[in-house]
Nanobody, 125 residues
Framework: QVQLVESGGGSVQAGGSLRLSCEAS????????MAWFRQAPGKEREAVAV???????RYTAAVKGRFYISKASASNWLYLQMNALKPEDAAIYYC???????????????????WGQGTQVTVSS
C-alpha cells in the first residue's frame, strides 16, 4: 500500500504561483509513475502532469509552460510548481501513483492505483 498526502494548496490571485507537494509513504515500486490530477466543481477529474521513475514527464496542453512536475526520489516527495495561475486552474488537486511506467495513456485516472485526499487551489481574478 502507498499513502499519499498532498499539501500546499491555497488561495492566490490570477498570475500568481503555488507549489503543491505530495509525500508518498514509499514509491510504488522500482518502476512507477506519479501524477497530478485536478477536479473542479461540476467537472470530471482531469490529468495535469505525470512523471515516471526515469524522470520523463508530460503535461496537459492547458498547463504546458506554466506548470512543472518534479520529484525528490531520495525522499519520496512529488511536487507541482504552478506559475501564471488562471481562474480556470482552480480545483482540488490530487496526487496519484502507479506501480508501472505509464506513457501514452497517462491521462486515464483508472491506471493509477493510489490517490491522496486532495488539496484545494483557489484562483481569484
Amino acid at each position: 500500500q502507498v499513502q499519499l498526502v498532498e499539501s500546499g494548496g491555497g488561495s492566490v490571485q490570477a498570475g500568481g504561483s503555488l507549489r503543491l507537494s505530495c509525500e508518498a509513504s514509499r514509491w510504488p515500486g522500482r518502476t512507477y509513475s506519479m501524477a497530478w490530477f485536478r477536479q473542479a466543481p461540476g467537472k470530471e477529474r482531469e490529468a495535469v502532469a505525470v512523471i515516471d521513475c526515469r524522470e520523463s514527464s508530460r503535461y496537459t496542453a492547458a498547463v504546458k509552460g506554466r506548470f512543472y512536475i518534479s520529484k525528490a526520489s531520495a525522499s519520496n516527495w512529488l511536487y507541482l510548481q504552478m506559475n501564471a495561475l488562471k481562474p480556470e486552474d482552480a480545483a482540488i488537486y490530487y496526487c496519484a501513483a502507479s506501480p508501472t511506467i505509464i506513457s501514452g495513456a497517462w491521462t486515464d485516472s483508472r491506471l493509477f492505483a493510489y490517490w491522496g485526499q486532495g488539496t484545494q487551489v483557489t484562483v481569484s481574478s
